[in-house]
């Protein structure tokens, strides 16, 4: 090849380049270039957001596919999201213009049209889903070899959202399997823009497979960012008397007194909501949250702000419940409209579309991860201009006056996010289960619906040798089978042939049972003839509910058709939704301990910020916070403060909750995972903060010890059809680790957790 890879693509994406004004190939297109070109290995890009990803994935993948047409589909784009693969269909789409090879998108928001199309002249590339591909490997098992004869690419993006999840064992299942029907190993490329482990990362793609992956190292300029951290505190009580009657129009506000409480503006708006509009007033800007309710509430807000000023509507929400015609209408509005725009959205608007130019990132709250900080951080600065995020952090004051109820949380873990980044530019690395049995059930499931009857040795022979089950042994697989024979999910005829039983049927020809992860049957929600989103519980008939970043009252219900019909009205409410949480690594914690023992003025820190680390830091002191991690609260309560995450807290948590119990007589164990643990002792006793931790741990030998008799914790979506005792052995290894807690507790010194 050439020494310029330009040169070696097909002429009409050398002509699609000239076109696009590209004065050269970026770094990471040059690279992957040389590995398809050059090669016969698995490739992985791991490169900074708007590194052009995507395009050095496909420009040699459909330069092979051109100059030696496949007879099937040449090449499968499994994403994470809808939205972007419906980012991506548009781009490929463009690209492909002159390639004569068709570009399909298939996944529930698709037409059935398009989707006959594909299965009339399945060629080109196919985009999908790993639910749509589940549908397909089952319900299409028989026209499989048709699809897929001569597949030679599989791309999979945003690997980082797949690796150590149930949705990422799910892909390669299915990837092992399709290339069990097919014959052949297709090659795979892997795109991530936020790795912390390049090895496990590797690991993970090739998995199933003989080819080795190659993982070229891009040499690129680091991307100026701006950063922003504020602080604010909040009373909730306040906020939700002054959100009825503050928001109208300037002209018809009644005069305010002159003496208001500190916690509302003069114009009556609690500074947090203030800050925020003012900090995405007249800007494309993007909020995310944490959870659906909180995009909901925000553009709510702002939305009543805006009308009080009497400026234009500009709110747009994006989540997992929104319908899919408001959803693109927001990634349309955010990508083409020359006129500001502001969308508040969760994870849905965090990995990989492109959205255009972007001229702030809102963050409020913190992320769980240092991972989604940079992957929503990359957000912005796509058009040469820097990454820009501010980060808005609140807090209740007065609610609780406890010691670690005056611990910043939200603002320290903001700053070590941050801070881990700009020093280390480090990542967390992902974790893989070792017993993923709720993935075994879908599995077990999927293959006996898509073969129909298998004697047990060939259903073990084809699910067990599955890549995500190698730990899982064949007496794990047995006691599960038996299991679900016993509860009707597999029937076992008279040739002892398994098939799907009466109960397990109800289970797998449900459209839901396609994916692994939690999801709820939420209620549609209907604007007369326009579908709003869904809600998972409806209020009664008359009662109002936030959706859409409006508010709604409840006309009719429809129970058979799970259906709400709804009308617009004014005012702001909350609807919870569930989800929202998020397991948060060691390192953070550790570092947002470092936080406080600095005396570091960090130059993003916004006036309240400063003020409220400056408490914080006096506070720690004060204290003795950062020299024991158990404290006394009074009486016989006391508050421990491990520095670990949410792993190794759990663990410990459950060390005092049944070591502690007996040793110590300890009780009322509570707290907030993972920044402290509250508990009570014996009336009169007394503790020795030496050797507490280290004698509660010490006698842990075993997990088993940390769990109750009875008890096995369904954590995820089939675990309720997994036998107890399989339950407990997940949990013990998945969810605990004695050896970190045992490992992070100095023995040696003063029974301080470092």
Known sequence: ??????????????????????????????????????????????????????????????????????????????????????????????????????????????????????????????????????????????????????????????????????????????????????????????????????????????????????????????????????????????????????????????????????????????????????????????????????????????????????????????????????REAAEKAMKESPEPCVTAATITLELGIDLGYLERIIQLETPFSVSSFVQRLGRSGRRGTPSEMWFVCKEDQGANDLLPNRIPWSLLQAIAIIQLYLEERWIEPVSSKDYPFSLLYHQTMSTLAAMGELIPSALAQRVLTLSPFKNISSEDFRQLLLYLIEIDHIEQTEERGLLVGLTGEQVVRNFRFYSVFPDNEEFAVRDESKEVGSILSPPPQGERFALAGRTWEVMEIDLKRKTVYAKQVKGKVRTVWNGGGGSIHSKILQRMKRVLEEDITYSYLQPGAVKRLCEARDLARETGILKTNILPLGGNSYCLVPWLGTVAYRTLERCLRYGGAEMFEIRNVGGLSPYFITFSTKSGSKIDHNSLLKRIIAGASDTEQLMQEDEAPQLEKYDEFIPPSLLRKAFRHDHLDLHEVKFALDFEKTGQIV
């Open 1 to 326: 090849m050439s020494g310029n890879p330009f040169y070696r693509l097909a002429p009409f994406i050398q002509e699609y380049i000239y076109n696009h004004q590209w004065t050269e190939l970026r770094a990471v297109q040059v690279e992957a270039c040389q590995v398809v070109f050059e090669s016969d290995a698995h490739l992985l890009l791991a490169a900074g957001t708007a590194s052009g990803k995507t395009e050095a994935a496909f420009l040699p993948v459909i330069t092979l596919l051109h100059e030696n047409p496949p007879s099937s589909i040449g090449a499968l784009y499994i994403g994470p999201l809808k939205a972007l693969i419906n980012d991506q269909f548009m781009r490929l789409s463009d690209l492909l213009a002159e390639a004569h090879l068709p570009a399909w998108h298939w996944h529930g928001d698709v037409s059935q049209s398009h989707k006959n199309k594909m299965l009339k002249n399945p060629r080109g590339i196919l985009q999908i889903t790993p639910e749509s591909l589940e549908s397909m490997l089952i319900n299409r098992s028989t026209g499989i070899l048709r699809l897929f004869a001569d597949l030679r690419f599989i791309v999979i993006d945003e690997v980082h959202a797949f690796m150590g999840t149930d949705r990422g064992g799910q892909i390669l299942c299915q990837l092992e399997r399709l290339t069990r029907m097919i014959g052949h190993q297709p090659r795979r490329i892997g795109l991530s823009a936020t790795l912390g482990d390049y090895a496990k990362a590797e690991k993970w793609l090739s998995s199933g497979t003989e080819r080795a992956v190659i993982t070229p190292i891009v040499q690129g300029g680091q991307q100026k960012i701006r950063l922003a951290v504020e602080h604010f505190y909040q009373d909730e009580v306040q906020e939700e008397k002054e959100a009825a009657n503050l928001y109208e129009p300037e002209g018809q506000r009644e005069h305010q007194p002159e003496q208001q409480s500190d916690k509302v503006s003069k114009q009556g708006i609690p500074p947090f909501d203030q800050y925020i509009f003012e900090q995405s007033k007249n800007k494309k800007c993007l909020i995310f949250t944490n959870n659906r309710e909180q995009a909901e509430y925000t553009v709510a807000t702002l939305r009543q702000l805006a009308e009080s000023k009497r400026m234009p509507d500009v709110y747009h929400v994006h989540h997992g419940s929104i319908s899919a015609p408001l």
